[in-house]
């Protein structure tokens, strides 16, 4: 079974500093990967997703990046963090339709 | 843009007794999964029900899928203290093979010991 692994689990950062949280995924091989938030008592929205090494599709128009550098990592970064960046962030890989998203446990980041 | 939209958003209830939560969407699916989270970790998968099926059941967990109504229930039955979590549904439209599922804004249900 998959395991994703992501890091840190809670991050307290600047405005204006930069961020890089990373995921990898263990298990499996050519996942879809995503890259999700959540705000405190709400859903989840997607942030980014990517079918394959180097490729990224951006969901909504915001201060943050991702990259896949290899297969089965997954990393969102940002140069300068906002206050409005503040959330859960979560990790998901997939293997495409009528397949179920595993999740990391998140790393939750407060922008001060 | 949120699909699924559940309801209730809050749900207190006492061990034993059902717990019957509903999801709305919007637009065509692909299929539909639900999913759990317990409070500050990340979500698991508990079912997924394609959108040519009406029924599935695992375990003490019952899922039904109405397309005509665009609608969703899941039934936890004889709820216990360890069910007590936010549950999640999440639409997969007809977007190629990129597998990605909108959410909705989750039920938190409390089961009372």
């Known amino acids: 079974s998959q395991t994703i692994h992501q890091w840190p689990a809670t991050l307290v950062q600047p405005v204006g500093s930069p961020l890089s949280l990373e995921c990898t995924v263990e298990g499996t091989s050519n996942p879809n990967l995503y890259w999700y938030r959540q705000a405190a008592g709400r859903g989840l929205q997607l942030l980014f997703y990517?079918?394959?090494?180097?490729?990224i599709s951006s969901e909504v128009p915001q201060n943050l990046s991702a990259s896949r550098p290899q297969d089965r990592q997954f990393i969102l970064s940002s140069k300068k963090l906002l206050l409005s960046d503040s959330g859960f962030y979560l990790c998901?890989?997939?293997?495409?339709?009528?397949?179920?998203?595993?999740f990391g446990n998140g790393t939750r980041l407060t922008v001060t | 843009s949120q699909q699924g939209e559940e309801d209730p958003q809050a749900l207190s209830i006492q061990e034993g007794e059902n717990a019957t939560m509903n999801c709305s969407y919007k637009?065509?699916?692909?299929?539909l999964q639900w999913y759990r989270q317990n409070s500050g970790r990340g979500l698991v998968h508990l079912i997924l029900i394609r959108s040519n099926e009406r029924e599935k059941h695992s375990g003490r967990l019952r899922v039904t899928l109405d397309t005509s109504k665009k609608s969703s229930s899941l039934l936890i039955t004889a709820s216990r203290a360890a069910d007590t979590a936010s549950y999640f549904c999440?639409?997969?439209?007809?977007?190629?093979?990129?597998?990605?599922?909108?959410f909705g804004q989750g039920t938190t249900l409390q089961v009372k010991p």
């Open positions: 990517s079918v394959g090494i180097g490729q």
């Open positions: 998901a890989s997939g293997a495409g339709v009528n397949s179920p998203l595993h």
């Open positions: 637009t065509s699916i692909n299929n």
């Open positions: 999440a639409t997969l439209g007809f977007s190629g093979n990129t597998g990605k599922l909108i």
